[in-house]
């Protein structure tokens, strides 16, 4: 299968609502990257993980490399958030070979 | 803190002709600089990886013949998009980062979006 598996691909959800995304992976991964790309292109680095949990705001992600996956989670979604997310792991030995995922199209509602 | 550029943001090239993107990092040494293109309705496709002092790597599907790259330098590439056809068309990404940090994340830049007519 794919080596990252990314869910889901489209997400809605309300303002003030919580929700999180998910990236499977086939093997053992050395870290994580999560992206969020803005409506012009640019992907903005939302967190790096080698292991463990970092929160930023109201973002906060995990990273499991033994359970192979990484969750994103949002909470109090704001209009802002909108976006496509985009989880890269790094799949060779040095760490520096990131494979994304297909994205997950975030859509907040007022 | 880190920032990587790249130029131009968007061109349009005929059919059959060539284009050169480049990609600038400030801030720190982009020891690795990957470039990735991103066609619409897809994921990122890896093109090649590029680790000063070591030959650049092309993934499946991707060739030096097709896309030269060039890392001079720890702050520089560029790369050719040679004899540009539709399917070549998409967002051109370059990411870089320095290995041997703390945080060995990678840092992208705003693209290089290419059409092709």
């Known amino acids: 299968g794919m080596p990252v598996e990314q869910n889901p691909p489209a997400l809605s959800l309300y303002e003030g609502a919580d929700s999180g995304l998910r990236c499977n992976f086939s093997?053992?991964?050395?870290?994580v990257q999560w992206f969020q790309q803005n409506h012009r292109g640019r992907l903005i680095t939302l967190f790096y993980?080698?292991?463990g949990t970092k929160e930023n705001g109201r973002l906060k992600s995990t990273f499991n490399s033994k359970e192979r996956y990484s969750t994103l989670h949002i909470k109090d979604a704001q209009l802002e958030d909108s976006g496509t997310y985009f989880c890269?792991?790094?799949?060779?030995?040095?760490?520096?070979?990131?494979?994304f995922g297909i994205g997950t199209r975030v859509l907040v509602r007022p | 803190g880190a920032l990587v550029y790249q130029y131009p943001r968007r061109t349009i090239c005929k059919s059959g002709t060539s284009m050169r993107m480049e990609c600038q990092a400030v801030?720190?040494?982009?020891?690795?600089v990957a470039w990735y293109r991103q066609s619409p309705q897809k994921t990122f496709e890896l093109i090649a990886l590029s680790t000063v002092n070591s030959a650049i790597k092309y993934e499946q599907n991707f060739t030096q013949e097709k896309f030269p790259i060039s890392h001079p330098n720890l702050s520089f590439s560029s790369m050719t998009v040679l004899n540009a056809y539709l399917e070549d068309r998409g967002l051109y990404l370059c990411?870089?980062?320095?290995?041997?940090?703390?945080?060995?994340?990678?840092?992208f830049g705003s693209g290089t979006r290419l059409l092709v007519i």
């Open positions: 801030g720190f040494q982009a020891t690795s």
């Open positions: 990411g870089a980062r320095e290995s041997g940090t703390v945080n060995s994340d990678y840092t």
């Open positions: 890269a792991a790094a799949t060779n030995s040095a760490g520096n070979k990131l494979t």
């Open positions: 093997t053992t991964m050395k870290s």
């Open positions: 993980l080698a292991q």
